[in-house]
């Protein structure tokens, strides 16, 4: 698989991943599949609101509503939801175990994970992977 | 009556890459069943082994989450949508 993530998409993640450091950070990743999802193209990546404020220090959970009224939203465009983003604060940017329970109930998604490390020095530092379920296992793309 | 399902685009592999699709039925239980007639393999994507469905799997009518109404047994009407919404967790937080 190939995935390609916009310059754009990335600076967007980037910036709310910092914007809502100490917390996670969520959203959804658009754009386009091609060759039979062997290709994708992230040309957008959209905030949505973390509605898990007991631990939003290190857990996430999106309104499904937000992705009802989002995929509306693209119905015509040629674009759609190719999966979903959240930040991990001061932990790599590799799936939990919580995170590979989510992940296993949606092959065919691309999940990205902003790894902000916040601590170490004075400006925040940015890892960004990006998973994908193939054949049972994640695998970074 | 028929019924419009809205198919996620994870699940759209196994609607022929229909993301609406029609189908009869008089509860969301008859309407997976449907579907599965329809699109085999498609409901044993939505239940889990207890015969629920899977907890990562959100399912409304109308805009309305089945859980707080019938669960699979909400019934149905002509014209009704439902739409079959992936539950979007996680964390790096463990439990």
């Known amino acids: 698989m190939k995935i390609d993530i916009s310059p754009r998409a990335l600076r967007a993640m980037k910036r709310h991943a910092g914007r809502d450091y100490p917390h996670e950070c969520c959203g959804f990743l658009v754009g386009r599949a091609g060759r039979g999802g062997r290709r994708i193209a992230i040309e957008e990546a959209l905030p949505a609101e973390n509605l898990n404020r007991e631990r939003a220090h290190d857990r996430y959970e999106i309104s499904p509503l937000a992705y009802l009224g989002l995929e509306e939203s693209l119905k015509g465009t040629g674009r759609g939801i190719l999966g979903y983003y959240h930040s991990h604060p001061d932990h790599p940017s590799r799936p939990s175990e919580t995170d590979l329970t989510m992940f296993g109930g949606w092959p065919g998604y691309i999940?990205?994970?902003?790894g902000v490390d916040g601590k170490t020095a004075k400006a925040k530092r940015y890892t960004v992977t990006a998973w994908s379920l193939e054949e049972h296992e994640l695998v970074s793309v | 009556m028929p019924v419009k399902i809205r198919i996620p685009t994870a699940l759209q592999k196994l609607t022929q890459n229909e993301g609406e699709v029609e189908v009869q039925g008089g509860d969301v239980n008859e309407i997976i069943d449907g579907m599965d007639q329809r699109f085999p393999g498609f409901k044993e994507r939505m239940y889990d082994d207890s015969g629920e469905i899977r907890r990562f799997i959100n399912i409304y009518v109308n805009?309305?989450?089945?859980?707080?109404?019938?669960?699979?047994?909400?019934?149905?009407?002509?014209?009704?949508?439902?739409?079959?919404?992936?539950?979007?967790?996680?964390?790096?937080?463990?439990?």
């Not at chain 2, 909400?74 to 009704?80: E, V, Y």
């Open chain 2, 63 to 95: 805009d309305e989450d089945i859980r707080f109404l019938d669960g699979s047994k909400t019934a149905l009407k002509d014209g009704d949508e439902v739409s079959i919404i992936p539950a979007i967790a996680g964390g790096h937080g463990v439990e």
């Open chain 1, 111 to 114: 999940y990205v994970i902003v």
